[in-house]
C-alpha cells in the first residue's frame, strides 16, 4: 500500500457540508451514507466529487464497503478519473473484484498507471491473466515492465509487497549531487526515508538515511556515510517472513534484492502493517477452520470454504462416539457417567486449545524452535497437570455430593488429570508435528486436539469407571 498522507482537515472529521463521516462507533453514519445514496441515485457528480474526493483513501474503503453492490460501481464510474483507485486496496477482495470486473480494462489501466506500484500489484493480482495482460498492454513501457516483474513473483512474497519506486545512487557521487537529483528527477517516489547506494549492475552495496544527508556536507562522498544494509530481504522471502525483520529491527523501510542481489525495490512500514494485520486475520480465521473467507463473500462461498473442515471433524466426532458405544454397558447400568461425561471432554478440548492457540502463535513469531521446544513442551505439561489436579478437585467434590458417591467423584477426579494433561500435550505437539510435515498448523490443528481429548476423556473416564465398578 502507499504511504499514510497526511490528513485533510476535513477528512475523518466532517463533509463539505458538514455531515459526520463516522458516527461515535466508528463506523459510517447513517446520514452521510444517506446522502451520498442520494447523490449516486440523482447522478450528482459534482456533490460526490465534493464528499468524496476529500476523504482518505481508507475512509473511501469503508465508505465503498458500507453502500449497496450497485451503489458502489456507480460511485467509482460517477467520480471517474476523480476517484482515488488507491481506495480498493483497503476493502475486502470480492468488493474489489465486483468492482474491477465491471469497469472496462481501459480505465482501469489509467487509474493502474497514477498508482505506486505495490498498489497498482495489490489491485491486479487478482485479476484473470487475461484481464491483467490487457490492462498491462495500455500501460508505458517501464511501468509495464515493472508491474509484471513484480506480479511474476509468488503470492504473499516481499516481491509482490514491495514498491518498485526508489532512490538509488551510486557511491562516488556527493551528498550535493544526490540532494540536486533528487530535487529535479520527476519519477522519485512522493516519499521516502533512505537513499539506495549501488555498483554499475544494480547491486545493491549500502544504504543512506535521508537525515545523514541533510547532516553531511555538499562535498562528501556517498561511500563515506553511507552503511552496510544488513537487512535486505530477498524478493521471493514470505511477506510474513520480512514483517517480522522489520519487527524485530525496527525497520521503515528495507531494500528488497533479487537472487543476484540486485536492487529491485523497496518494503515500506506502511505495507508491512498491512501484512502482519492480513496475517493475524489469516491465522485467527484458520484455527476456526475457516480459510480465506471474507465478510463480504456470498453465501456458497463462505458456506464452501468452511465444508472440508466440518467434514473433517464429523469424522473425529464418530470416532469419539464409537469409544462411547465401548461402555455402553457400563453407561446403562450407572447413569451418572452420561450426564458427566461431557465435562470431562469440555474441560479437556478447551484446555488444548489454550495450548494449541499459544503454540500456533509461537510458531508464526519463529518464536518457538529446536533449542526451546522441549522447554515448552515440558512447561505445557506442568501446565496440564496443575490444572488438571486443580479442577480435579473441584469437580470431583461437586461430583460426589451431586450424586451421593464418593467413588464417582474419584473416578471423574482422575479422568480429569489424565484428559488436561493430555489436552496440554496434544496441543502443543499437534501443531509441531504438523509444521514439520509442512502442514498449516493453524488450519488442521482445532479438529485433531478436539479429537484427541474427546477420544481420551471419555476413554479415561468410562475405562476407570468399568473397572472401578466391575461392570
Known amino acids: 500500500m502507499s504511504e499514510p498522507e ?74 471517474g478519473d476523480d476517484f482515488d483507485y488507491t481506495a480498493l486496496t483497503e476493502v475486502d477482495e470480492a468488493i474489489r473484484l465486483e468492482i474491477l470486473e465491471n469497469l472496462p480494462n481501459a480505465q482501469v489501466a489509467r487509474a493502474v498507471e497514477q498508482l505506486d506500484s505495490d498498489d497498482a500489484v495489490y489491485i491486479l493480482e487478482d485479476l484473470e491473466q487475461s484481464d491483467q495482460d490487457e490492462i498491462l498492454a495500455q500501460l508505458p513501457f517501464t511501468e509495464r515492465v515493472r508491474l509484471r516483474r513484480s506480479l511474476g513473483y509468488p503470492d504473499e512474497t516481499a516481491g509482490r509487497r514491495m514498491q518498485t519506486e526508489f532512490v538509488a545512487v551510486p557511491p562516488f557521487w556527493t551528498v550535493g549531487q544526490t540532494i540536486d537529483y533528487m530535487r529535479e528527477e520527476q519519477n522519485l517516489p512522493e516519499s521516502f526515508s533512505q537513499i539506495f547506494v549501488i555498483d554499475p549492475t544494480f547491486r545493491l552495496v549500502g544504504a543512506v538515511d535521508l537525515d545523514r544527508i541533510l547532516r553531511t556536507g555538499r562535498g562528501t562522498k556517498i561511500e563515506d556515510i553511507m552503511r552496510e544494509t544488513r537487512h535486505a530481504i530477498p524478493a521471493t522471502m514470505d511477506q510474513e517472513e520480512a514483517a517480522q525483520i522489520f519487527e524485530k529491527y525496527d525497520l521503515l523501510s528495507a531494500a528488497v534484492v533479487d537472487d543476484n542481489e540486485r536492487l529491485v525495490g523497496v518494503l515500506t512500514i506502511d505495507d508491512v502493517v498491512d501484512v502482519i494485520q492480513q496475517e493475524a486475520e489469516e491465522d485467527l480465521l484458520r484455527l476456526g477452520g475457516v480459510g480465506d473467507e471474507e465478510l463480504s463473500d456470498r453465501v456458497w462461498t463462505a458456506a464452501r470454504s468452511r465444508v472440508p473442515w466440518l467434514m473433517v471433524n464429523l469424522i473425529t466426532a464418530f470416532l469419539a462416539a464409537s469409544v462411547i458405544g465401548l461402555f455402553d454397558d457400563t453407561i446403562e447400568k450407572v447413569v451418572a457417567l452420561a450426564i458427566l461425561m461431557p465435562i470431562v471432554a469440555g474441560m479437556g478440548g478447551n484446555a488444548g486449545s489454550q495450548t494449541m492457540t499459544v503454540t500456533v502463535r509461537a510458531l508464526a513469531t519463529r518464536d518457538i524452535d529446536i533449542y526451546n521446544a522441549g522447554r515448552i513442551i515440558r512447561r505445557e505439561m506442568g501446565v496440564g497437570v496443575f490444572n488438571g489436579i486443580v479442577f480435579a478437585i473441584l469437580i470431583g467434590a461437586v461430583a460426589a455430593a451431586w450424586f451421593q458417591d464418593y467413588n464417582l467423584g474419584g473416578i471423574i477426579a482422575a479422568a480429569m488429570i489424565i484428559n488436561m494433561f493430555v489436552a496440554a500435550l496434544g496441543g502443543i505437539l499437534i501443531p509441531l508435528l504438523l509444521d514439520r510435515v509442512g502442514a498449516d498448523p493453524a488450519v488442521a490443528s482445532a479438529v485433531f486436539v478436539t479429537a484427541v481429548t474427546d477420544v481420551v476423556g471419555f476413554f479415561a473416564f468410562l475405562g476407570l469407571a468399568t473397572w472401578w465398578f466391575g461392570v
Open 6 to 79: 497526511g490528513l485533510d482537515e476535513k477528512t475523518g472529521a466532517e463533509a463539505a457540508d458538514g455531515l459526520g463521516i463516522y458516527d461515535e462507533d466508528g463506523v459510517v453514519s447513517a446520514p452521510f451514507l444517506a446522502h451520498i445514496g442520494a447523490a449516486i441515485a440523482d447522478r450528482d457528480t459534482i456533490t460526490l466529487r465534493q464528499e468524496v474526493s476529500s476523504l482518505h483513501q481508507s475512509e473511501i474503503g469503508d465508505l465503498l464497503e458500507a453502500l449497496l453492490p450497485d451503489q458502489r460501481l456507480a460511485l467509482v464510474v460517477l467520480m
